[in-house]
């Protein structure tokens, strides 16, 4: 299966989208810069999530529609699945995403799930806070998770 590689200038710095033929595999974010998978001309998908990325960060889309495939464990996947289905605009809590999967007590190991989250902003992990409206971790680090629910007119005032 080939993987392609490209990079996306944002608000929050150069992202790097990769993808299969299948869809997106992985939004990193800006990090030191490793060389592209593939040097193709051109790719769909990528191509196809760049232009909802940068409508995104315009304010121009809420819901985005580039053809997604992650890899996990079927736990991983339900709760990347269940985080596909927060609003834009809203939070939700690691709790909330447990008894959206039907594992009520599982709110630990879907924050874990969630740190995982390969498709961040697309999957919209950064929707999810405290039960306390707190922020908490984000692999891209706080300061994305706050511009994201800036962005979205979601920031938690605690």
Known sequence: MARVSDTLKTPLGTLTLEASEHGLTAI??????????????????????????????????????????????????????????????????????????????AARPVGGAVGRNPLPIIVPCHRVIGSDQSLTGFTGGLWIKEQLLQLEGALPTT
């Open 28 to 105: 990193q974010f800006p990090r030191a810069p490793k060389p592209p998978i593939q040097d193709d001309e051109s790719n769909p998908i990528l191509d196809r999530a760049k232009i909802e990325l940068e409508a995104y960060f315009r304010g121009n889309l809420k819901q985005f529609t580039v053809p997604l495939h992650w890899q996990g464990t079927p736990f991983q996947q339900a709760v990347w699945e269940a985080l596909t289905r927060i609003p834009f605009g809203e939070t939700v809590s690691y709790r909330d995403i447990a008894k959206l999967i039907d594992r009520p007590r």
